[in-house]
């Protein structure tokens, strides 16, 4: 008996691509704490020109982060070692790179 799941996903990027700028940071804010400046934003307080192009691109950032499959499986793994490390009550990497004392010895 296997104790391993499957996950199937599916990444509708159209969807993503569709969301206003609104949604991608509500989207985000729902995972994250953002920026200074996505939370200046959703407090509706205003924005110089500057500050909205500055937004636009964060907003492309977090918008293709949103629908990264390999972003989403980064961060389920940190999420994972951290959970792990507070059970086993250690700090560091959750996994351990392969140990030189380990390597076979030449004869």
């Known amino acids: ?3 391993h799941t499957h996950v199937v996903l599916c990444v509708d990027k159209d969807m993503a691509e569709s969301w206003s700028v609104e949604e991608v940071i ?3 804010h729902q995972l994250y704490q953002g920026t200074l400046l996505t939370q200046k934003f959703q407090i509706e307080d205003k ?4 500050e909205w192009f500055s937004l636009e691109e964060t907003v492309t950032v977090f918008r293709q982060r949103l629908y990264d499959i390999s972003w989403l499986m980064r961060n389920l793994n940190e999420h994972i070692a951290r959970e792990a490390n507070k059970e086993d009550d250690c700090t560091g990497r959750f996994y ?5 004392a380990l390597t076979p010895r030449a004869s």
Not at 96 to 100: I, Q
């Open 47 to 50: 924005l110089s020109k500057g």
């Open 1 to 3: 008996m296997s104790n």
């Open 96 to 100: 351990s790179p392969p140990s030189l």
């Open 26 to 28: 509500r989207r985000w």
